[in-house]
Each structure stands twice: as structure tokens, then as C-alpha cells.
């Protein structure tokens, strides 16, 4: 077993989850403990009690995603302010699956990762889904959609990313089909408006309901006059943004209130 | 932290003493979370950052410090003042407290 930093870089080069406790202010200035679900923690903060409440609300802020600093007395006892910790949580990357391996699929993959993400790229067409059309791509997945996120759509929560940029009915329809059916919390598609208004119909027809339908954002993108594939990834990374933290999307210019 | 592991890899291989500066806090409006992270080599090398730019400079030169054993591991605060127009401080008007560490864990 290596040191704290060691076992945090690696756990962090391979995308797993961690959290790192540190005294910031208190008796044992620097003193670290290093949480992992479902393993004892490695470190000490320098007392056994302080160690045991610090590790359990660690593990909480892990599974939360939050990035705290909390008060405790000398042996972890709550409402005192005798040392001041700070939890830095590492969640795993987010994660989007880009289904179509199109001329905008690379673009996407770039500034998605800029952005990141794990991206996977899924296309059922062998000639297209291939590692040298998209080495940015962590992973690229010879699969149907459907059959892709049957198999990983249970690992895909809000913070994740489904881009359907197949530009095909029969791949687009299924891909969204089962998008809906998971907890990812973007959903696009891509497509003209007159291409969107028949594929609405083909997935009505599959059985999705108006709250499914909600979710799903097409034509996919914020309206910034996107036109090539580059411009296209920006104006679709922009909107997941822009979903996330819940904004519009407008010119900070023509908005008030905080910006961050 | 993960944005500057290649660099304080590199720096470590090739034997250099490595200081971490994180954000623990921010006060008012700031433009990194908790958690931006700094790392600073003792030749003076620097990899990511705790502002937009604002206080990087002081980050540099207190975490430098720590390495020199000048000041000891702790947390140090930059805020805007009135008072002290050329003091260091973050344009947007908010406040950071930056934890400067030694990496010796």
C-alpha cells in the first residue's frame, strides 16, 4: 500500500470514486484520511473517534457529490469547532454515450472531453464505429442502442449525457426508446424540425408518453447558429450545460443575479 | 486535484518537492469551487489554478514558502478591500481561503 496521494492517484487515474478528509484548522493541521466505499479508510486524522464521524460523513458527502468543510470537536463530537475539515469529494467522470458515429460525432467526442466526460461512442455499423475515426473516444461500442444501454443504462444518473445522432429512424427511435427508460439526465437528438415532428410520431408509436417525450431535447442544441460539426458540438455541449445548473442559456448581458 | 496530476507526477520523477494549494471556502462570488486545485514545485513550476488569475501570484509565492519551510502548512484567505486597493485580492468582489500544503502525505 502506497501513501494517501498515492492510492488517491491512482483511484483518481482510474475513474473510481473517492474522498479525501483534511484538517485545515485544529491540532493536527494536514493530517488526512482517505475514504473509499466499501473499504476502511487509509490515513489518520489523528484521533480514533474523530476518524470513525469524519469517515461516515465523508462516505455521505461521496455519495452526494459535495465538496465541504465541517466542524467537529478534538473526538468528532458534532456542534463544536475545535478542528475545521475539509472533504473534497471525486466523483467518477460524467459520462455520454454518443449513438451514430457521424461527421459530428468527433467533433462532439472533443469537447466532450474538454468538458470531462467519458464518452462512449455507439453505432451498430462495424465500417463506422471504429477507435481511428474517434481517438478521443474512450470507448467505442460495435452494439445497437438499445441493446447498449440495456446493458449500462442502470449506471447512467443526472449528471450523464445520451446524444442520438444517428440521423436514421431505425437507430434514433430505439435509442430513445431506451434513454427514457433510465435515469441519465440529458437526452438529445438531433435532427431537423420536420425530421423531429415525424420521428415524435414513430416514438409515440413505441409506446412513450408525453413525460417521456418532455425529455427528450430535439433538434438537439442551444440556437447560437451552429453549422459545422465543431460549432454543433459547442452549441449541444452548451445546452447540457445549461440543463444542469437549470438556465436559459441567454447572453449574461441581457440576464441579472449571480452568475456563477 | 485530477487536472494537475500529470504535473506533479513529472515533477516528482524527476525529483523535484511538490506544494498543493486547494480551495477549502469561498465567500460572496468567486470563479473556482471549492476543491480548484494548485500544485507548485519548488523550482517554481505551476500547474492549474485557485482563481480567475487574481491571486494565483501570492498562491505561487506562499506555497513556495511552505516548501522553504518559511511559513507553515495552513490556510491563507484573499479577499477584496477597499482599503487596500493594491493589496491581493479577487476582482469579482468575493473572498477564497486557500489551504497551502507540502506534498509529504
Known sequence: ?260 | MRDVLDDIERWRAAGRRVAVARVVGTEGSSPRDPGAAMAVSDTGEVAGSVSGGCVEGAVVEAALEVLAGERERGVVSFGYSDDEAFAVGLTCGGTIHVFVEPLDW
Not at chain 1, 8 to 36: E, N, Q, S, W
Not at chain 1, 60 to 85: I, M
Not at chain 1, 129 to 134: E, M, P
Request: hydrophobic share 40%.
Open chain 1, 1 to 260: 500500500m502506497g501513501t494517501v496521494y498515492e492510492e488517491l492517484r491512482d483511484l483518481l487515474r482510474a475513474g473510481r470514486p473517492v474522498a479525501l478528509a483534511t484538517v485545515i484548522a485544529g491540532p493536527h493541521v494536514g493530517a488526512k484520511l482517505l475514504v473509499r466505499p466499501g473499504e476502511e479508510p487509509l490515513g489518520t486524522l489523528g484521533d480514533p473517534d474523530l476518524d470513525r464521524v469524519v469517515a461516515r460523513d465523508t462516505l455521505a458527502e461521496l455519495e452526494a457529490g459535495l465538496t465541504s468543510t465541517r466542524h467537529y470537536g478534538a473526538h468528532g463530537e458534532a456542534r463544536e469547532d475545535a478542528v475545521h475539515v475539509f472533504i473534497e469529494s471525486f466523483a467518477p467522470p460524467p459520462r455520454m454515450i454518443v449513438f451514430g458515429a457521424v461527421d459530428f460525432t468527433g467533433a462532439l467526442v472533443r469537447v466532450a472531453k474538454v468538458l470531462g466526460y467519458r464518452v462512449t461512442v455507439c453505432d451498430a455499423r462495424a465500417v463506422f464505429a471504429t477507435v481511428q475515426r474517434f481517438p478521443l473516444a474512450d470507448e467505442v461500442v460495435n452494439d445497437w442502442p438499445d441493446r447498449h444501454l440495456a446493458k449500462v443504462g442502470d449506471e447512467l444518473g443526472p449528471r450523464d449525457a445520451v446524444c442520438v445522432l444517428t440521423h436514421d429512424h431505425k437507430f434514433d427511435v430505439p435509442a430513445i426508446a431506451a434513454a427514457v427508460r433510465t435515469g441519465v439526465g440529458y437526452i438529445g437528438a438531433m435532427g431537423s424540425r420536420r425530421t423531429h415532428e415525424g420521428r415524435l410520431a414513430r416514438l409515440r408509436d413505441a409506446g412513450l408518453t408525453d413525460e417521456d417525450l418532455a425529455r427528450v431535447r430535439s433538434p438537439i442544441g442551444l440556437d447560437i447558429g451552429a453549422r459545422t460539426p465543431e460549432e454543433t458540438a459547442i452549441s449541444i455541449c452548451a445546452e447540457i450545460v445549461a440543463a444542469r445548473t437549470g438556465r436559459q442559456g441567454r447572453p449574461l448581458r441581457d440576464t441579472a443575479g449571480p452568475i456563477h
